[in-house]
């Protein structure tokens, strides 16, 4: 794991080599990943872009199987594609060229179709490396679960594929004009990253196998600095089923029927002992970089652990 304590550092890392790169997200078209593009591609790599057709953040890992995606009924986010469009292809909407496609679905639904279609056509192969995000918004801590972000990191993992999850602050909402000062300086500290792993990998694989990263950009990125972290214990959003999802209007007063619903908030809670490495807590001011094993596997020790406390039920 020396690398990776070499690629919190980052100093001054050599240009990258030419890489080729799906980058993929939970959000759809934004200004995040439109920067994040233009400065891979700026860096000399080959970069598909395969997204949903909209906002699909908390759907996790969801897919839908064996179930024909039907032409569009309206338009995808900030008009990557219109109307009457297939249920996936190439984004239509002006000036962005030919490397960006989209998918009505969920988000390893569009992070696949880049690995399985685009990048068959364009490679012959899987890329060299998935990057989902950035995000809008940390997935730090608990909320991974349910991460569209975190769960397309996952997916590539288990495809053998390199992979980092990606995420920045709430500040970085796109606009239709996707440009956000901010989802530069992120997609900037990306590279940085990026051209790190290159620097350590010696001009091969980018991660070891079944290893992925989730990193997590603070609001505040001018003195951020970069630590490894870990998932942990740590929450930092309250994620609860309300039986009234109602908001108070600017008068104070709630409209219409009690609605239930799931409803997300910061949390009050400050790291208590032993969470002071969670990502969830260092995101509050510096950038945190954790490493994720593959899927649910538990360690050796703990499967040996319950093997013997099912011992007279399992047969040895």
Request: proline share 7%; net charge negative.
């Amino acid at each position: 794991m020396l690398m990776f304590a070499g690629a919190v550092a980052l100093g001054a890392a050599a240009p990258a080599e030419a890489r080729n790169i799906v980058l993929t997200n939970d959000d759809g078209l934004t200004a995040n990943v439109k920067a994040l593009y233009d400065r891979l591609k700026a860096e000399g790599h080959d970069v598909i872009v395969a997204v949903p057709c909209s906002q699909q953040s908390g759907m996790g890992g969801a897919m839908r199987f064996l179930r024909p995606i039907a032409p569009l009924t309206e338009n995808c986010a900030n008009d990557a594609a219109e109307v009457g469009a297939p249920g996936a292809g190439p984004m239509t909407r002006p000036g962005l060229g030919p490397d960006f496609y989209y998918v009505a679905g969920t988000p390893v639904m569009a992070m696949l179709y880049g690995i399985d279609v685009v990048a068959q056509s364009r490679w012959g192969g899987p890329p060299d490396i998935v990057l989902s995000g950035p995000n809008i918004g940390q997935n730090a801590g608990s909320i991974v679960i349910s991460s569209g972000t975190v769960s397309n990191a996952q997916f590539a993992m288990i495809r053998d594929i390199p992979a980092i999850a990606l995420s920045a602050g709430e500040h970085t909402a796109s606009g239709a004009d996707l440009v956000n000062p901010q989802s530069v300086e992120v997609a900037t500290l990306t590279v940085r990253l990026l051209d790190q792993l290159e620097l350590s990998s010696g001009g091969g694989r980018l991660l070891p196998s079944g290893v992925a990263l989730n990193v997590n950009f603070p609001d505040q990125l001018a003195n951020a600095r970069w630590r490894m972290s870990r998932i942990g214990s740590y929450i930092r959003y309250d994620v609860r089923f309300v039986t009234d999802m109602r908001r108070p209007n600017p008068n104070g007063e709630q409209e219409g029927p009690a609605q239930p619903g799931v409803a997300i908030g910061r949390s009050n809670r400050e790291p208590g002992p032993g969470q002071a490495d969670n990502e969830a807590a260092i995101v509050e001011s510096d950038i945190a970089v954790s490493v994720m094993q593959l899927a649910y596997d538990a360690p050796e020790e703990t499967r040996q652990l319950m093997g013997q406390t099912l011992d007279t039920l399992i047969d040895n």
